[in-house]
C-alpha cells in the first residue's frame, strides 16, 4: 500500500518558469491538501478539495492553482515561480470527517533562483 | 483569528530526562486535536490525537497527551526521551468551524543528548 506518493522529490526552478507538482493517494480518500513548510512556521495550507471537481483555498493560495479530475490525484501548479516559493511541500490526504488524521506524502523540496 | 502556538521553537535534552511541548489555541468552540512528529527527512507522521472522552491520550512510542479546555492547552509529554525522539513536533487543532481544514502550529525542535 502506496499511501500518499508525490513527485518529484526534489526540483530546482528559475524565477518565472512554471511546473506541476504531482499528488497521487491509493487510499480512496475524499480529502486532499497540499501544504508548505517553511521553518518556523510550521505548515500552511494553501489549497484543498474535499472530492473530485472541488477545489477550495486554503490560507496561502497566492500564486498557485489546483484541479481534482479523479479522486486519487491533486497535483498543485507553480504558474510563475517566484523565490518566495522556496519551500518544501507537502500532499496529505484523509478520509472525510473531522476527526480522522492526515495521512502525509514524503514531500517536495522546491528551490527557486 | 483562529491559531494555534507552539511557544518552544526549540528543546535540547538529554537522554532519559523528561519532556513537555506546549500547544494553546485560539477558540471557544469544540476542537479535535492532533500531534504530528516528523524525524529527520521524513514525512509527518500521526503521534496521537483527542476528540472526546478521556482528556489524557496516549500515543505510539510513550507519548501522551492531556487536554484541558479551560485552559485551551494540548500539551505533549513524555516521561523518559531516547535518543531517537530527536524530531520535529507539530500540534495541530481541526477547529469545528472549520470543515476538514487543520491548523498547525509552527513546530518544536527537539535535539535529544546521547
Known amino acids: 500500500n502506496a499511501g500518499v506518493t508525490q513527485t518529484p522529490k526534489f526540483q530546482v526552478l528559475k524565477t518565472g518558469q512554471s511546473m506541476t507538482l504531482q499528488c497521487a493517494q491509493d487510499m480512496n480518500h475524499e480529502y486532499m491538501s497540499w501544504y508548505r513548510q517553511d521553518p518556523g512556521m510550521g505548515l500552511r495550507l494553501i489549497h484543498y478539495?474535499?472530492?473530485?471537481?472541488?477545489?477550495d483555498q486554503g490560507e496561502v493560495p497566492n500564486g498557485y492553482n489546483v484541479s481534482r479530475s479523479t479522486t486519487e490525484d491533486f497535483p498543485l501548479r507553480l504558474l510563475s515561480a517566484a523565490p518566495s516559493q522556496t519551500s518544501v511541500y507537502f500532499c496529505a490526504s484523509k478520509k472525510g470527517g473531522t476527526n480522522q488524521p492526515q495521512h502525509f506524502g514524503d514531500g517536495t523540496r522546491l528551490s527557486i533562483l | 483569528a483562529q491559531s494555534v502556538s507552539q511557544h518552544n521553537h526549540h528543546v535540547i535534552l538529554s537522554e532519559a530526562a523528561s519532556l513537555e511541548l506546549g500547544c494553546n489555541y485560539s477558540?471557544?468552540?469544540?476542537?479535535?486535536l492532533f500531534w504530528y512528529v516528523q524525524y529527520p527527512g521524513q514525512h509527518l507522521q500521526l503521534l496521537l490525537k483527542?476528540?472526546?472522552?478521556?482528556?489524557l491520550v496516549k500515543g505510539i512510542k510513550g507519548f501522551e497527551a492531556e487536554f484541558i479546555k479551560s485552559k485551551f492547552s494540548f500539551n505533549l509529554r513524555k516521561p523518559s526521551v531516547q535518543w531517537s525522539d530527536t524530531a520535529e513536533y507539530f500540534c495541530a487543532v481541526n477547529f469545528n468551524n472549520a470543515g476538514n481544514m487543520l491548523t498547525f502550529g509552527g513546530g518544536t525542535r527537539l535535539m535529544v543528548k546521547p
Open positions: 483527542y476528540f472526546s472522552g478521556d482528556p
Open positions: 477558540y471557544g468552540g469544540t476542537v479535535n
Open positions: 478539495s474535499v472530492g473530485a471537481g472541488i477545489t
